[in-house]
C-alpha cells in the first residue's frame, strides 16, 4: 500500500494547561473520505486546527504527501495542498461572493482562478447567481456552501471540512454531502471530515474515526462502524 497522505502520530496539542489532544494516531490515504465523528468538546476542531498549525502538536508528528510539517509555519502548510473550511463558516459578511471566493485562491488570479470558480459554480449553481450579494446575507447553507467554494478555490488535494451540516435542513445537508461524494468521485479529492451527524457521515465515508475526550477509541469502516452497537447507541440514537 502507498503511504498515506496525511498521517497524524501520537499527536497531542494543548490549550495552556488543558490538554486537548492526547496522542491522537490517524491516516488519511489519497483519494479516501475519512471522517472524525464525536461529541462536543471532543477535541475534532483541534485536530483539524493542528493539522494546519494553530494550535501547534506539542508531541507527535504529522505528515503530509511524505513530508514532516509538524514544525511548519500554517501558510507553509496550506500552499501545499491543504484546504480547510472551518467550523462557523467564517465566511466575510461584507465581501461579495465574488470577493469571498477569490480570497480562497490565494494568490492564483486571471484564468486560474475563473476555472477554479467555473468548478465552484458547477457543483453550487446557487453561488453563481449570487455573485454581487455579501457574504452576511446568505442563506446559512448557501453561506455553507461559500465556504466549501472558498475552500476549493485553491485546488486542494486534501479538503478538511468542519462540520459542514451544523444547524442546516436535511436536504441541503443531502446537497452539501452530495456535493462531497461528487468531487470526490470526479477529481478524487481527498476529504477529511469531522461531523456531529454520525449517520450521515459514516454512510458517506470510506472509513471513520470516533474521538472521545481527545483520545481515538475506535476506528474501522464507515458501514462497519454504523453498524456497532455502541456507536448506535452513543452517535445514532433517536434516528438519523
Ligand atoms: N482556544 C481555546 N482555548 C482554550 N480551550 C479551548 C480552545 N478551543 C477549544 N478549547 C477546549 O478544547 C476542548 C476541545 O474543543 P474542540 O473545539 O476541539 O471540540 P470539538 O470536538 O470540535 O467540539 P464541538 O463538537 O462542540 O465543535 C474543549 O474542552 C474546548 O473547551
Ligand atoms: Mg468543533
Redesign the pocket.
Known sequence: MTAPLLRLSGVTAY??A?Q?LKGVDLEVHQGEIVTLI??????????MMTICGTPRARDGRIEYDGTDITRLPTHEIMRRGLAQAP?GRRIFPRMSVQENLLMGAHGRTGPHAAASAEEVFALFPRLKERLEQRGGTLSGGEQQMLAIGRALMSRPRLLLL??PSLGLAPLVVRQIFGAIRDLNRATGLTVLL?E?NAYQALRLANRGYV?VN?AITMAGGGAELLARPEIRAAYLEGGH
Do not use: C, F, P, R
Open positions: 490549550y495552556g488543558i486537548a464525536g461529541a462536543n468538546g471532543a477535541g475534532k476542531s483541534t485536530l467550523e468542519d462540520e469531522v456531529q474521538l481527545g
